[in-house]
T-cell receptor, first 112, second 114 residues
Framework: SQQGEEDPQALSIQEGENATMNCSYK?????LQWYRQNSGRGLVHLILIRSNEREKHSGRLRVTLDTSKKSSSLLITASRAADTASYFC????????????FGDGTTLTVKP | DGGITQSPKYLFRKEGQNVTLSCEQN?????MYWYRQDPGQGLRLIYYSQIVNDFQKGDIAEGYSVSREKKESFPLTVTSAQKNPTAFYLC?????????????FGPGTRLTVT
C-alpha cells in the first residue's frame, strides 16, 4: 500500500473552524511534504518538513512531524470556503531518495 | 511566465491506439515526473527522470514509455499494452531529484479510452 496514508478520508467543517488532517507512513523518511489539489487541477505545494524538524508554520498552516510514531498532521486555522480541496501528504523514503510517494488524500469541504 | 504545461487538457482515444501526452517546463528543472491519478485516489508514479537522456521506472510503469531528449520536455506515451489507461495524468518537475525539493505540477491531462 501507499507509504503515506491520510486520515480522515473526508472532512466537512464550517468556515472559521480549524481543520486537522493526519498522515501516517511506514518507513523512515528524509522529508514529508503536504500538497493541495483543487478539483480537476494539478497539485500545489504547501509545506515541506524535514525529518529532523518537529513543527513548521506557514501562514494559517501548521505542520507537525512525529518520527517516532511515523505520523504528521496538517492544521489549517480559521478555515475559509476557498480552502475546500483535497490535501495530500508525500514522503521521500530514505531508501528511495528523490522519489516521493503520495497518500490517497483528505477531501476537505469548508461550508460558508 | 515560468511554469509547467501539459496538453491537451482532455484526450479521447479508441482502445488499441497509442497516445502521447505532452509535458513542457521552462523552469530549468533537472527532474521531471509522470503520475497517474484515479478517482478518489492519490498519485502513483509512472516514470521519472533526473537528467536529460536518463529515466527510471516508477511504481506502475507497465504499458507506458517516456523519453527525455531535452531538458524542458518529458512526453509520456500510453501504449495499447496499458490495460486500464483511462485516468488523470499529472506531470511535475523539481529543481533536482534530491530529497528536499518541492515538485511543481502541471494542470493535468484527462485521458479517456473507449
Amino acid at each position: 500500500s501507499q507509504q503515506g496514508e491520510e486520515d480522515p478520508q473526508a472532512l466537512s467543517i464550517q468556515e472559521g473552524e480549524n481543520a486537522t488532517m493526519n498522515c501516517s507512513y511506514k518507513t523512515s523518511i528524509n522529508n514529508l511534504q503536504w500538497y493541495r489539489q483543487n478539483s480537476g487541477r494539478g497539485l500545489v505545494h504547501l509545506i515541506l518538513i524535514r525529518s529532523n524538524e518537529r513543527e513548521k508554520h506557514s501562514g494559517r498552516l501548521r505542520v507537525t512531524l512525529d518520527t517516532s510514531k511515523k505520523s504528521s498532521s496538517l492544521l489549517i486555522t480559521a478555515s475559509r470556503a476557498a480552502d475546500t480541496a483535497s490535501y495530500f501528504c508525500a514522503t521521500d523514503a530514505r531508501t528511495n531518495a528523490g522519489k516521493s510517494t503520495f497518500g490517497d488524500g483528505t477531501t476537505l469541504t469548508v461550508k460558508p | 511566465d515560468g511554469g509547467i504545461t501539459q496538453s491537451p487538457k482532455y484526450l479521447f482515444r479508441k482502445e488499441g491506439q497509442n497516445v502521447t501526452l505532452s509535458c513542457e517546463q521552462n523552469l530549468n528543472h533537472d527532474a521531471m515526473y509522470w503520475y497517474r491519478q484515479d478517482p478518489g485516489q492519490g498519485l502513483r508514479l509512472i516514470y521519472y527522470s533526473q537528467i536529460v537522456n536518463d529515466f527510471q521506472k516508477g511504481d506502475i510503469a507497465e504499458g507506458y514509455s517516456v523519453s527525455r531528449e531535452k531538458k524542458e520536455s518529458f512526453p509520456l506515451t500510453v501504449t495499447s499494452a496499458q490495460k486500464n489507461p483511462t485516468a488523470f495524468y499529472l506531470c511535475a518537475s523539481s529543481i533536482s531529484a534530491g530529497v528536499f525539493y518541492e515538485q511543481y505540477f502541471g494542470p493535468g491531462t484527462r485521458l479517456t479510452v473507449t
